[in-house]
């Protein structure tokens, strides 16, 4: 699989060639003058030896803004970028899923998508205006 073209599914560009497999994780280079190397969870490609291609379900974009691993694998950080992994616990104590349950709890749910108050809405914008000239 080293060597093979790096391909996003989403918009069918080569986006990188794969250098390395560690553990669960597709190792890309990508880039022209200034090459870095990123983690793919290997559970997102699919493997065309025919082709010599991979292809994954991930956005080029998504895969870029993952953190680099140019010096080596911050499994966690990769994890957590990717929403992998939920196990690791946070500084309270709770898992990353009990946090956001918890932060969800505590928010009143809407069902449409307009803010409670809006000024422009609402017509508070004029309010420092005298009545006459509105």
Excluded: C
């Amino acid at each position: 699989m080293n060597g093979y073209d790096f391909i996003t599914a989403v918009d069918d560009k080569h986006w990188g060639t794969v250098v390395d497999r560690e553990g669960n994780y597709v190792i890309v280079e990508h880039g022209t003058l200034r090459k870095h190397r990123y983690a793919v969870p290997a559970s997102t490609v699919d493997v065309d030896d025919d082709a010599q291609q991979v292809r994954t379900t991930l956005s080029g974009e998504l895969i870029a803004e993952s953190p680099k691993v140019d010096d080596g694998i911050d499994h966690d950080a990769v994890a957590r970028h990717y929403g992998l992994g939920d196990t690791s616990e946070t500084a309270g104590g709770e898992t990353a899923t009990e946090e956001r349950a918890q932060i969800r709890e505590g928010q009143p749910e809407s069902t449409d998508a307009m803010p409670d108050e809006s000024p422009a809405l609402l017509g508070d914008r004029l309010s420092d205006v005298p009545e006459e000239r509105r």
